[in-house]
């Protein structure tokens, strides 16, 4: 159920005065009323916890008072401590039989702890004293909703339709969110739905209530199965088998997670001895045994991708870590792998997301190392690459840029394209000015090695706005009148030089 604001506030609680308290001091009554305003306060500021020091501190001065208690349990129940509330509830309406709204909270708190008839009782008390009190009709319908939620639950268990139990219990827990018992019987067909994270946090308590119950030993396995603890589940399979050893289901799930555990353990052997083939294929035969294994077959895929990884298969490894990352969203490793595969086929972009999402999640130095690199490169990748401009590469010596200078500045000198269109003149015009650019900073020792770390050259006084490629093109070739391009026919040129 949801508390409105109008239904819930503690200071829309008429103050009521049981005769008893009317022997009290005034001193006490009028400190009892302040507590009670502070309470209010808090209580309007969603500050919960002061709400409910003060709503105590005015019942210990006037612990007759019902409207104190009622109050009181509007706060226990805003903080979800519906046992205690209903005990409040329970004195409040013992104080006072008419409190309407202390029969209203004590209906909503049996129905938030399950207990649907009790809550039934207490609404239809409501509606004795006001015939016309929609709220107690409606919390009415919703505790007979679920009773009869309960009924076919019990009913759809008996014919082993799980599903249907599971969706009768998240609408019972709608009304009912505190009670036990629904979570309980949900997680036990969460597990036999294959929905086995859901369940693992109530497992235990089942085999608390009965250690030798066999089909919550079977659960309780089946949930470590598939978190990946595949030796403790197979112990859980083994105790359920003992318990009933009929058990079908714990012996296939006992077969199924002991194969599993082979499988992977041979291919974790295969490559540790390099074997990376063989390890390709053990780990593809583990992930056809159970497909439902999330937690282990993410690890699987990882286990795969780092083997493809070996194997140059950039690709099919950034796939693998990608099925990792869907089965398991905080799988660390398989982003840390996918990053790895991103960074060494230059996909920098999304190298820099994975390291992000690392490192927002494990804040190391290394990690931090690693997203800082993969920024720096992605920025270095989205600059103009020079080597490429030149067609050398990133080793090349002086004298090698200078002859891959002269090649492309001649390439590409306007003169060279005086006759051709306009939009070929732009072109290669744009071209020239970049080689220009290129051999200015690959030529200059400085500006090279800032380049190369991947530094804003702007840094270094190098503004391209100022850039002339022609002047850098004269100074190589020997100034004005050095060099001149000549027309042989329609297309083509020879180089003469002064």
Same mark, same amino acid.
């Given at each position: 159920?949801?508390?409105?604001?109008?239904?819930?506030?503690?200071?829309?609680?008429?103050?009521?005065?049981?005769?008893? #308290?009317?022997?009290?001091?005034?001193?006490?009554?009028?400190?009892?009323?302040?507590?009670?305003?502070?309470?209010?306060?808090?209580?309007?500021?969603?500050? *919960?916890?002061?709400?409910?020091?003060?709503?105590?501190?005015?019942?210990?001065?006037?612990?007759?008072?019902?409207?104190?208690?009622?109050?009181?349990?509007?706060?226990?129940?805003?903080?979800?401590?519906?046992?205690?509330?209903?005990?409040?509830?329970?004195?409040?309406?013992?104080?006072?039989?008419?409190?309407?709204?202390?029969?209203?909270?004590?209906?909503?708190?049996?129905?938030?702890?399950?207990?649907?008839?009790?809550?039934?009782?207490?609404?239809?008390?409501?509606?004795?004293?006001?015939?016309?009190?929609?709220?107690?009709?409606?919390? +009415?319908?919703?505790?007979?909703?679920?009773?009869?939620?309960?009924?076919?639950?019990?009913?759809?268990?008996?014919?082993?339709?799980?599903?249907?139990?599971?969706?009768?219990?998240?609408?019972?827990?709608?009304?009912?969110?505190?009670?036990?018992?629904?979570?309980?019987?949900?997680?036990?067909?969460?597990?036999?739905?294959?929905?086995?994270?859901?369940?693992?946090?109530?497992?235990?308590?089942?085999?608390?209530?009965?250690?030798?119950?066999?089909?919550?030993?079977?659960?309780?396995?089946?949930?470590?199965?598939?978190?990946?603890?595949?030796?403790?589940?197979?112990?859980?399979?083994?105790?359920?088998?003992?318990?009933?050893?009929?058990?079908? =289901?714990?012996?296939?799930?006992?077969?199924?997670?002991?194969?599993?555990?082979?499988?992977?353990?041979?291919?974790?052997?295969?490559?540790?001895?390099?074997? *990376?083939?063989?390890?390709?294929?053990?780990?593809?035969?583990?992930?056809?045994?159970?497909?439902?294994?999330?937690?282990?077959?993410?690890?699987?895929?990882?286990?795969?991708?780092?083997?493809?990884? $070996?194997?140059? $298969? +950039?690709?099919?490894?950034?796939?693998?870590?990608?099925?990792?990352?869907?089965?398991?969203?905080?799988?660390? $490793?398989?982003?840390?792998?996918?990053?790895?595969?991103?960074?060494?086929?230059?996909? *920098?972009?999304?190298?820099?997301?994975?390291?992000?999402?690392?490192?927002?999640?494990?804040?190391?130095?290394?990690?931090?190392?690693?997203?800082?690199?993969?920024?720096?490169?992605?920025?270095?990748?989205?600059?103009?690459?020079?080597? $490429?401009?030149?067609?050398?590469?990133?080793? #090349?010596?002086?004298?090698?840029?200078?002859?891959?200078?002269?090649?492309?500045?001649?390439?590409?000198?306007?003169?060279?394209?005086?006759?051709?269109?306009?939009?070929?003149?732009?072109?290669?015009?744009?071209?020239?000015?970049?080689?220009?650019?290129?051999?200015?900073?690959?030529?200059?020792?400085?500006?090279?090695?800032? *380049?190369?770390?991947?530094?804003?050259?702007?840094?270094?006084?190098?503004?391209?706005?100022?850039?002339?490629?022609?002047?850098?093109? =004269?100074?190589?070739?020997?100034?004005?009148?050095?060099?001149?391009?000549?027309?042989?026919?329609?297309?083509?040129?020879?180089?003469?030089?002064?």
């Amino acid at each position: 159920f949801l508390f409105t604001g109008g239904e819930m506030a503690a200071g829309d609680c008429d103050v009521i005065m049981a005769p008893e #308290a009317q022997t009290l001091n005034e001193v006490d009554m009028r400190e009892a009323e302040s507590f009670k305003e502070q309470g209010n306060a808090y209580y309007a500021k969603k500050n *919960y916890i002061e709400a409910f020091n003060y709503y105590t501190r005015a019942i210990d001065k006037c612990p007759k008072n019902a409207s104190y208690y009622g109050n009181r349990a509007a706060t226990l129940m805003m903080l979800g401590r519906f046992q205690e509330a209903l005990e409040d509830t329970q004195q409040a309406v013992r104080l006072d039989d008419s409190f309407i709204k202390g029969h209203l909270r004590e209906g909503k708190c049996h129905l938030s702890l399950g207990n649907a008839m009790a809550a039934c009782r207490c609404f239809q008390k409501v509606i004795e004293f006001e015939p016309s009190n929609t709220q107690a009709q409606q919390e +009415l319908g919703c505790a007979k909703s679920v009773l009869e939620y309960e009924r076919m639950a019990e009913s759809d268990f008996e014919k082993r339709d799980f599903r249907k139990v599971v969706f009768c219990m998240d609408r019972a827990l709608e009304f009912a969110p505190a009670c036990h018992r629904f979570k309980i019987l949900k997680a036990e067909c969460l597990a036999l739905l294959g929905r086995y994270p859901e369940a693992q946090s109530v497992a235990s308590d089942i085999l608390r209530m009965d250690s030798t119950n066999a089909d919550a030993l079977y659960v309780r396995g089946l949930c470590l199965y598939y978190e990946d603890c595949i030796d403790k589940a197979v112990q859980f399979f083994v105790q359920a088998l003992r318990m009933a050893p009929d058990h079908e =289901k714990a012996r296939l799930a006992c077969r199924n997670a002991k194969a599993l555990k082979s499988k992977k353990d041979e291919g974790n052997a295969a490559f540790k001895d390099g074997n *990376y083939e063989f390890a390709c294929l053990l780990y593809t035969d583990a992930l056809a045994i159970d497909p439902n294994n999330i937690k282990t077959n993410a690890k699987l895929y990882c286990n795969r991708g780092t083997v493809n990884a $070996k194997l140059k $298969k +950039l690709e099919q490894a950034i796939e693998d870590c990608t099925n990792a990352i869907k089965l398991d969203e905080t799988y660390i $490793k398989a982003y840390l792998r996918r990053a790895q595969c991103y960074m060494d086929t230059e996909q *920098y972009d999304e190298a820099v997301r994975d390291y992000e999402k690392v490192y927002q999640t494990e804040k190391t130095k290394e990690h931090k190392h690693l997203l800082k690199t993969a920024q720096m490169e992605l920025k270095k990748s989205k600059r103009k690459d020079y080597y $490429k401009i030149l067609g050398i590469d990133k080793n #090349a010596s002086e004298d090698e840029i200078k002859k891959a200078y002269r090649k492309r500045a001649l390439l590409h000198h306007p003169d060279r394209h005086s006759s051709a269109t306009p939009e070929v003149q732009k072109e290669e015009e744009k071209k020239f000015k970049e080689v220009g650019e290129a051999f200015t900073v690959l030529s200059d020792p400085k500006k090279k090695a800032r *380049y190369d770390s991947g530094q804003d050259l702007d840094e270094d006084g190098f503004n391209m706005g100022d850039f002339d490629a022609n002047n850098i093109f =004269k100074a190589f070739f020997g100034g004005p009148g050095g060099f001149s391009f000549e027309a042989s026919g329609p297309g083509n040129f020879f180089f003469q030089f002064g």
